[in-house]
């Protein structure tokens, strides 16, 4: 551990700068939550009492309601009592996780205790980060997986690098502020084993082929047949190491001892982790497939696993979703790009499998799934890259998004304008139009820029957040049995529909964006909403003879909707309890909608 970049990286001032500004956006979200309630004063004087001693601060309201806290005015006053009384001497700023106790005393001792341990592999990560920051202006140009090992994490969940499962020496490895390359492990299964499933036209073979060239093709095709399997009906996936180790040597240990599961080794080729961490880029040819692999940590409160039934309708549902854009002229005019799942593997565990009610991250153990990269898809001159990247603010003030700015020759309005007008038209229209909805957040969404111009929107990672309207629509009539049943828990009603783009676009991107845009652009946020809402209202006006039924199916005009909760996910709905099926995020209370005509702001 003596050249250790975690080690290096806790120094005082590294320590103190991701300190200050973990507390601060731990009091803005917990505040946005409902979670804590500061006194604060018209002008933005803040006052917290803490078992103690009293956190004061400045903080900034902002146009949905919220308020940001600035991390450089934060103090703490360890002489004042529990009532919030001015004490005499001020002392240190205590550590986000002595805060965080503080302020959730009463919550579940495991759930606190948990907590906190997230909370510090965030830290650790954060002043890592801090000492291998680079200025927002040299990110511009990098490949989009380079860019996001820049990027300091989900910006709502405060503690977004929780990673429980992973050591230091795997914090060091494996996520994308690494920025090591990973060399993944392969495996053949015996078509017994494991369950494959491609888009029509492409078979696994080919797939396996294509990601790992003719020589390693042969290499693994002989690799299989020394273990025993005939390498033309077996099954070959890749394996992250880390899962390999934790999870698929000592449960798995039986296939491989019988020969169904044979050890290929490892690739040749060099993957660097995508925010995700488990989806992977090929960082010599980043025109190969993506690949998105289990990777059986818990992080931002979901194991990290593959699926089984989403894994094997991917295909099926990419099928559905490219027959969707290919056949609507709006969707065609609009560019948007769907990285399709051509193909995918999942391989059960016998007893896990028969068990019931078993925790479901045992069932998305071993598994992969190819997806479509973005580099076939642009033009010459266009660049991609996720909309969490957007959000960006370098140590320095520098932001990403005022480097786009910079270079696309637009004033700041204009491109904002030009940005709503990429991403909101395609998912107005698939959500009106097809009666589904995306997860739009910043990590399964990019924009496509031309000289820092947005242009159009990709969106990936829908096996995992693609949901349907419960009503009956014509347009669901292409929908296959098997990709009916992988989308059988998430067929929702219209109004619980729409809060996919409302909180994952608005909310968790939005929000943060309008933010930048009035203190790093110049564009009040006033002026940043009347731009979205004027790109809505002409969607409505141009398609309100076709689809005004749709518009009160799904209306997204309402003065007010619910708001969604992440970090109360955590603390006092699911805590760390091993449940059977994935987690869903409860609402509290409302936030005012910015895309209502009456939106104040």
Avoid at 24 to 36: G, L, N, R, S, V
Avoid at 295 to 313: C, H, Q
Avoid at 463 to 476: G, R
Wanted: charged fraction near 20%; charge should be negative; include cysteine.
């Amino acid at each position: 551990m003596s050249d250790s970049p975690i080690l290096a990286a806790l120094t005082p001032q590294h320590w103190d700068r991701a300190n200050r500004e973990l507390i601060a956006k731990m009091i803005t979200e917990f505040w946005y939550e409902e979670i804590i309630t500061p006194a604060v004063t018209v002008d933005g004087a803040l006052r917290l009492a803490l078992p103690g001693g009293l956190l004061t601060g400045r903080a900034v309201r902002r146009a949905l309601g919220w308020w940001r806290v600035d991390p450089s005015s934060l103090a703490f006053d360890g002489t004042g009592g529990d009532n919030g009384e001015d004490g005499d001497g001020a002392s240190g700023l205590p550590d986000a996780v002595d805060v965080f106790t503080r302020l959730l005393g009463d919550a579940d001792p495991s759930t606190v205790a948990g907590s906190v341990s997230e909370l510090s592999s965030t830290l650790l990560s954060d002043a890592r980060q801090l000492a291998q920051a680079r200025p927002a202006t040299e990110l511009v140009d990098l490949e989009p997986v380079l860019v996001e090992s820049q990027l300091t994490g989900h910006p709502w969940i405060v503690a977004s690098k929780g990673r429980v499962g992973f050591s230091v020496s795997d914090l060091e490895a494996y996520p994308p502020e690494a920025g090591r390359d990973v060399q993944l492990l392969w495996l053949a299964a015996a078509p017994d084993l494991a369950d494959v499933a491609t888009v029509p036209g492409l078979d696994h073979h080919t797939v396996v082929r294509e990601q790992v060239g003719p020589a390693g093709w042969e290499q693994v095709r002989a690799r299989a047949r020394l273990g025993g399997l005939d390498p033309d009906t077996c099954v070959y996936l890749p394996v992250h190491p880390w899962q390999w180790t934790h999870r698929i040597v000592p449960l798995h240990a039986s296939a491989l001892a019988d020969g169904s599961l044979v050890f290929l080794g490892e690739g040749s080729a060099r993957y660097r982790p995508q925010l995700a961490i488990r989806t992977m880029t090929d960082i010599d040819d980043p025109t190969r497939r993506y690949l998105k692999l289990p990777v059986s940590i818990l992080n931002t409160s979901v194991y990290r696993g593959l699926p089984r039934e989403r894994t094997l309708a991917a295909p099926a549902l990419t099928s559905w979703l490219a027959s969707v854009v290919d056949g609507d002229d709006f969707l065609r005019e609009t560019g948007v790009i769907l990285l399709g799942e051509v193909a995918g593997v999942s391989v059960t565990h016998p007893a896990y499998a028969s068990l019931p009610g078993v925790p479901y991250q045992y069932t998305e153990l071993l598994g992969a799934i190819w997806r479509e990269p973005v580099q076939p898809y642009l033009a010459p001159g266009e660049q991609a890259v996720s909309l969490a990247a957007l959000l960006h603010v370098d140590p320095w003030g520098g932001s990403f998004a005022e480097a786009l700015v910079a270079r696309s020759g637009l004033t700041a309005a204009e491109w904002v304008a030009r940005l709503h007008g990429a991403i909101l038209p395609p998912l107005l229209h698939v959500l009106y139009r097809y009666g589904a909805m995306f997860s739009p957040h910043g990590q399964n969404c990019m924009i496509v820029h031309r000289s820092g111009v947005p242009v159009r929107l990709v969106v990936k990672d829908f096996v995992d957040d693609l949901a349907i309207c419960s009503e009956l629509i014509p347009e669901h009539a292409g929908l296959t049995p098997a990709v009916r049943a992988a989308l059988s828990d998430v067929t929702l009603d219209g109004k619980t529909l729409r809060k996919y783009l409302q909180n994952g676009l608005l909310i968790c991107v939005y929000r943060y964006l309008a933010e930048i845009a009035a203190d790093r652009l110049g564009v009040p946020e006033s002026s940043f909403w009347g731009s979205a809402r004027a790109v809505l209202s002409a969607y409505r006006s141009r398609f309100a003879g076709q689809l005004g039924d749709r518009f009160e199916m799904f209306d997204l005009e309402t003065p007010t909707f619910p708001k969604l909760c992440l970090n109360r996910l955590r603390l006092f709905d699911r805590g760390y309890a091993d449940d059977a099926e994935r987690p869903v995020v409860s609402a509290v209370g409302s936030v005012a909608n910015p895309l209502a005509p009456e939106f104040p702001g």
